[in-house]
């Protein structure tokens, strides 16, 4: 019996390369899985599957983890307000764990031998297949031909020909990838450090001008209403906010980042949902968590985008610092009103029943109700004490 291999399939020339050269070359039995996280619709996933059967693969499957995705990603990056170095909402790099954790358990499913993936040498999602497949499945070996052959588009295409493949390998100006939150654009731009990208580029146009309100209800934390439509699937929530978002052309941004490999990287993007969601959320934790939950969170969330996007999902912290962010999510319930205009936003403000701003212990700069002038007098007074006491030694030393 021949050898079972699992190929995580994108339909492009890379795996396509992959699961025509391991079951002609190396004798394989040849299985495919594409991992949907949210960025193909139905027609796609035809498409994908129809060019798994041309390439005479033994089997071939679609796994939906769009709703394990959100439940155990991006609600925790919203509660933590994640975005890599202040810009970017790891878009694609969190879905990429997901993908490999599902690939590999429908390798184990099925018996397979071999799992592979069509990753080059010179990016991050090597590693987060790597990692999580060796984690995962440690008896089941990886095979990477792509990355081990150093091959070019080229030889890639001349192959796939000489097998009776006819397919439009043609590559496309820009590498675009779609998910649920958010979309990927690499280019010739995105390859100089002094260049951006073209509206051109963008998958998604702007086709709305003057101004809109936008208003996203939460609950603990989660979006729940978009506008005062109440939605049950988080999921439809999120594509709501995008549709509306992406008109205005809301989301665009350039990341500039280090790899896990150790050089530096940049990619554009579009995330209107995750950039309106994750800054409308931190807007109502300013008005409904304390100074220090606010201060910890922000601690957490950029360890735990850190983490997440260099391909450590499965290590045991991630599951405490999640446990962290859903508890502190417990009065973060209220509604965010935005302005949205073309390629900007504004947060106006947020109605809250756990608004700590609305108390009877006064109102900042204006009037106070909870303590008296000596009291205020008292404290900055006994506030003051450790820089007095500093600086009366300073002087005493000479130094002052």
């Known amino acids: 019996m021949k050898e079972k291999v699992l190929l995580a399939f994108s339909s492009g020339l890379d795996t396509s390369f992959c699961a025509k050269y391991l079951a002609e070359e190396k004798g394989y039995e040849v299985h495919t899985a594409v991992a949907n ?61 997901f993908q490999a954790m599902a690939i590999i358990n429908y390798a184990k499913q099925i018996g397979a031998d071999y799992v592979a993936h069509g990753s080059t040498g010179a990016g991050n999602d090597q590693v987060r297949f790597d990692l999580t497949f060796e984690i995962l499945a440690p008896d089941i070996k990886i095979l990477t031909p792509t990355r081990d052959m150093v091959l070019t588009r080229e030889y890639e295409i ?56 936008l208003t996203l209800g939460f609950e603990k934390g989660q979006l729940c209403s978009v506008n005062g439509r109440t939605f049950t699937d988080k999921i439809a929530a999120i594509n709501e906010v995008e549709r509306i978002g992406s008109a205005y052309g809301i989301g665009r941004d350039m990341h500039i980042g280090d790899t896990i490999i150790g050089i530096k990287g940049r990619v554009g993007f579009e995330a209107a949902a995750a950039m309106l969601i994750i800054n409308a959320h931190k807007m109502l934790e300013k008005h409904t968590l304390t100074k220090w939950q606010l201060y910890w969170k922000d601690q957490i969330g950029t360890w735990y985008g850190m983490f997440l996007h260099e391909a450590q999902y499965l290590e045991p912290v991630m599951r405490d610092m999640e446990a962290f962010l859903e508890h502190s999510q417990e009065n973060v319930t209220g509604t965010v009103i935005i302005t949205l205009r073309p390629r900007c936003y504004t947060l106006v403000g947020v109605e809250s029943p756990f608004d700590l701003m609305k108390t009877d212990f006064g109102e900042y700069g204006e009037v106070n109700k909870a303590w008296t002038a000596d009291d205020v007098k008292g404290f900055t007074k006994i506030l003051g004490n450790q820089m007095k006491i500093f600086y009366n030694v300073q002087k005493r030393n000479g130094k002052a």
Not at 183 to 200: A, V, W
């Open 37 to 97: 996280t949210g960025g193909f619709d139905e027609a796609e996933l035809e498409r994908i599957a129809q060019r798994a059967k041309d390439l005479g693969v033994a089997s071939h499957v679609a796994l939906d983890i769009t709703k394990e995705y959100y439940e155990k990603s991006i609600r925790y990056m919203v509660y933590g307000n994640v975005l890599r170095n202040g810009t970017y909402p790891i878009s694609v790099s969190s879905e990429r764990i």
């Open 158 to 213: 001349d192959y796939l020909k000489k097998h009776g493949i006819v397919a439009d390998f043609t590559k496309m100006e820009y590498s675009i990838n779609a998910g649920l939150w958010g979309t990927s654009i690499g280019g010739k731009e995105t390859l100089r450090s002094e260049q951006t990208l073209p509206e051109s580029a963008y998958p998604k146009q702007i086709t709305k001008h003057g101004e809109e309100q």
